[in-house]
């Protein structure tokens, strides 16, 4: 749903940009490279959209970290499968948000 909350968030890879609409945007940190770390339990990496996560406030956050190369290869064909680590289930790139497959 969007609302006065919600921002564009701008990616940019190898020369071609997109919009992200994401429900709230509080800050763009960086982060030492010791606080990004693989998905816990995750089991293969083929189409996953997220496979890091980044420790936050000592641990206690844990923020998704977006494969970009991934993203850029689902939007150039849409019919690529996509798994979502929060809950590996597949979806699939053509649709407007992640549904389940």
């Not at 020369?15 to 995750?42: N, R, S």
């Not at 970009?68 to 499968?81: G, R, Y």
Request: glycine content about 4%; some cysteine.
């Amino acid at each position: 749903t969007v609302d006065s909350a919600s921002q564009v968030l701008i990616v940019r890879w190898m020369g071609q940009d997109v919009g992200l609409l994401v429900d709230e945007l509080h800050a763009v940190p960086e982060f030492p490279d010791h606080q990004i770390v693989p998905v816990p339990l995750l089991s293969g990496t083929d189409g996953v959209l997220v496979r890091q996560v980044i420790k936050a406030n000592e641990g206690e956050v844990l923020i998704q970290v977006i494969d970009v190369p991934q993203l850029f290869a689902c939007i150039k064909d849409p019919s690529l499968p996509v798994l979502l680590a929060a809950n590996d289930q597949a979806a699939y790139c053509d649709e407007r948000q992640f549904m389940e497959a």
